[in-house]
T-cell receptor, first 114, second 113 residues
Framework: EADIYQTPRYLVIGTGKKITLECSQT?????MYWYQQDPGMELHLIHY???????EKGDLSSESTVSRIRTEHFPLTLESARPSHTSQYLC?????????????FGPGTRLTVL | AQTVTQSQPEMSVQEAETVTLSCTYD???????LFWYKQPPSRQMILVIR??????QNATENRFSVNFQKAAKSFSLKISDSQLGDAAMYFC??????????FGPGTSLSVIP
């Protein structure tokens, strides 16, 4: 079944640790996105990609980095986690060839940095 | 710059009643797309309904319909016969052709049994 997956769903980690949030989609979509969302608040775009080897920074400045080596995989990495990184991170994908560009979202990773 | 505004941070509705969520946007584009997404508590965000700006007819999906007023740059969502499962955050979103999607701040909808 075509879907979009995120792991881990919940992560509690200490300050200074390096973490990678995983995102994979089986829909063959070209575009993928990472959003940061505090509980009950709006989404902030932090990274996006149009396809393999394409990555762009979003509207919200972020200390994270992303890579897009395979179409289906778009991991997000924090080299040194800080308490200010505590938030929910949502991954999404969309079909670049489709005119409406409907986004399909993963379940999210809730990150807590102590 | 394009912006999306949702002026109602919180709304509530009695079960089986109708509720309307407001959304306004600012753009100089003539060709664009508008969306309503639903994010239930601790669950995945999903698309509720979408509207192409070039279509004058308002989109409908079962109990969900929109009132699209292009001149006024307004895109409200009407939920008829509200159900407990409709309780969620609702985000209005805008996209110009082949550009990033811009989300509004969201409206938290509660459904009262």
């Amino acid at each position: 079944e075509a879907d979009i997956y995120q792991t881990p769903r919940y992560l509690v980690i200490g300050t200074g640790k390096k973490i990678t949030l995983e995102c994979s989609q089986t829909m063959g979509h070209d575009k993928m996105y990472w959003y940061q969302q505090d509980p009950g608040m709006e989404l902030h775009l932090i990274h996006y990609s149009y396809g393999v080897n394409s990555t762009e920074k979003g509207d919200l400045s972020s200390e994270s980095t992303v890579s897009r080596i395979r179409t289906e995989h778009f991991p997000l990495t924090l080299e040194s986690a800080r308490p200010s990184h505590t938030s929910q991170y949502l991954c999404a994908s969309s079909d670049l060839s489709g005119s409406t560009d409907t986004q399909y979202f993963g379940p999210g990773t809730r990150l807590t940095v102590l | 710059a394009q912006t999306v505004t949702q002026s109602q941070p919180e709304m509530s509705v009695q079960e089986a009643e109708t509720v309307t969520l407001s959304c306004t946007y600012d753009t100089s584009e003539s060709d664009y797309y508008l969306f309503w997404y639903k994010q239930p508590p601790s669950r995945q965000m999903i698309l509720v309904i979408r509207q192409e700006a070039y279509k004058q007819q308002n989109a409908t999906e079962n109990r969900f319909s929109v009132n699209f007023q292009k001149a006024a740059k307004s895109f409200s969502l009407k939920i008829s016969d509200s159900q407990l499962g409709d309780a969620a955050m609702y985000f209005c979103a805008y996209r110009a052709s082949y550009d990033k999607v811009i989300f509004g701040p969201g409206t938290s909808l509660s459904v009262i049994p």
